[in-house]
């Protein structure tokens, strides 16, 4: 019995060395990376990521027949030993890598529960060599007879197809995955040359896609990487005051993502008063900064072994993530060319004027009759109410609106009624804040506003900070929350 256990460990050493070896072969570009990753200096990337798949098939080799088993077991250990001692020192420095352990088959970040399982494989090699090897495995079946005889043969058939099927499914993976890069280069070639090129036909149900990504509203992972100038950032350093933060995560190597950046380029140079744009690229530091280089990109992080999608639950390239300028998650994962877009949009398409253009320049009669600039306060921010009394929703949040502008005292914005009504009947409304006339409604057409009650909140720089929130209930909450993108928890 002890001989059959001892078989049974050895050979199931020898399928995971086998199976781990031939994966990482046949995906030596994910090799690399996970190479790299862990710490290994980009001129070795290359080497080590040929030399380990064939250190682990040749230690499966090696444990197979009962003749070498026990040189088979001692590589074996020496590999799991300098896996251990890699993925302990990656974890000291607070740092959790893809481990790429058995290729595309799985692959997941390296922790504690990676380091359990390669102390059990080094387990089962020690008492591989501490026994002598084991016994035969040719041996140990001529030995079996009847029942046990078709057992052994049934279990060696289902591990070959399960195996089978395992590369099987990895190699249609891949396979449709170039399918898909060249169909989208095809597109890409057809448009450039003027060839209009149909969308997909709609489908009689529609498919919502599922959201991913961190909860709407929890802080936003902190950070602090390098970006491809050598220097540290951090989240901070990319947050500003009322502008969001869209951090793309990107890949030198996805055809997607470089159809994507040179909008990125434009949002960054055009749009940057309104939307940050940061690039998290999980690629070699060569070949992000030549991209980079070449596009005049701003700022490029390199995402080294994919650390921040990790972190930000992003799963793939491209793929993008809204961070408000408080610091918090204000959108799903937008995957994809299209849905990145979508997500710019829902910031600069937002009603009324973009997020951070200048409060346009307006002159209206106070209730006193005196001539006023409409103007953001320099010391805190400013709610712009456009107001009537005759409206029937005014009258209906009315008593609500003067309990909050009592109840703030100063904490929060600053409250200015843009009435287009009645001077008496505005009177009568007992406002406490400053109140100016503007019976053309000359100053809700500016901001962008269609009609009453509606709202906009200015920054103190004089700058706009938020798209036009309609109806009582979305300019209450502009009041209280002082949200810097209307729609960014929808």
Same mark, same amino acid.
């Given at each position: ?10 050979? @199931? ?18 090799t690399r990376a996970a190479v790299t990753a862990f710490g290994a200096p980009a ?56 481990? #790429?352990?058995?290729?595309?088959? #799985? ?37 079996? #007879? ?51 090129? /149909? ?52 890949? /030198? ?17 055009? #749009? ?83 997020? @951070?253009?200048?409060? /346009? ?13 409409? $103007? ?36 929060? /914005? ?37 009609? $009453? ?8 720089? @004089? ?26 928890? $929808?």
């Open positions: 019995m002890t001989d059959a256990l001892l078989l049974i460990a050895r050979l @199931g050493l020898c399928a995971v060395f086998a199976v781990a070896g031939f994966a990482k072969l046949t995906d030596r570009a994910g001129a070795l990337a290359a080497p080590l990521a040929l030399v380990i798949p064939l250190a682990e098939l040749a230690a499966a080799a090696l444990l197979l027949p009962a003749a070498t088993a026990v040189a088979g077991a001692i590589l074996a250990v020496g590999l799991l030993v300098g896996f251990g001692i890699a993925i302990a020192l990656n974890l000291a420095r607070g740092r959790a890598p893809d481990c #790429h352990c058995f290729g595309q088959l #799985h692959s997941a970040p390296a922790g504690p529960r990676t380091l359990v399982r390669n102390a059990v494989l080094a387990a089962i090699a020690l008492a591989t060599i501490l026994g002598g090897g084991g016994p035969s495995a040719i041996a140990w079946v001529a030995g079996l #007879h009847g029942t046990a005889l078709v057992a052994a043969v049934a279990g060696i058939v289902i591990a070959v197809l399960a195996a089978g099927g395992a590369v099987a499914f990895v190699t249609l993976l891949r396979s449709y995955g170039r399918v898909l890069v060249r169909v989208d280069r095809l597109e890409q070639a057809l448009s450039s040359a003027g060839v209009d090129v /149909p969308p997909d036909p709609p489908s009689t149900l529609e498919v919502i896609p599922p959201q991913s990504g961190l909860a709407l509203g929890t802080p936003a992972p902190a950070f602090a990487v390098i970006d491809v100038d050598g220097e540290a950032v951090s989240l901070d350093d990319l947050l500003a005051p009322q502008v969001p933060l869209m951090l793309v995560f990107a890949s /030198p190597h996805c055809a997607p993502c470089a159809a994507l950046l040179p909008e990125l380029v434009e949002w960054q140079r055009e #749009h940057a008063e309104w939307l940050t744009v940061a690039i998290a690229s999980d690629g070699a530091a060569r070949d992000v900064r030549a991209e980079t280089q070449e596009l005049a990109l701003e700022h490029v992080l390199l995402d080294t072994g994919a650390t921040l999608q990790g972190a930000y639950e992003a799963s793939g390239t491209p793929s993008a993530v809204l961070i408000g300028a408080d610091g918090t998650i204000v959108s799903h994962i937008a995957a994809g060319r299209d849905a990145i877009e979508a997500l710019v949009h829902r910031v600069l398409d937002v009603p009324g004027l973009p997020i @951070g253009a200048p409060v /346009p320049a307006l002159e209206l009669a106070s209730l006193d009759g005196d001539r006023a600039p409409l $103007t953001a306060a320099p010391d805190t921010d400013t709610l712009v109410l456009f107001w009537n009394p005759g409206c029937g929703y005014c009258r209906r949040m009315h008593e609500d609106l003067l309990a909050w502008e009592a109840a703030a005292n100063g904490s929060g /914005p600053r409250l200015l009624v843009v009435s287009s009504g009645d001077r008496e009947r505005t009177r009568e409304d007992g406002f406490r804040s400053t109140v100016l006339l503007d019976p053309q409604f000359t100053a809700g057409e500016a901001f962008g506003a269609a009609g $009453t009650p509606s709202a906009v909140l200015l920054r103190t720089d @004089g700058r706009v900070a938020s798209g036009v929130a309609v109806g009582a209930e979305a300019v209450l909450a502009l009041a209280g929350a002082r949200v810097p993108i209307r729609s960014a928890g $929808t």
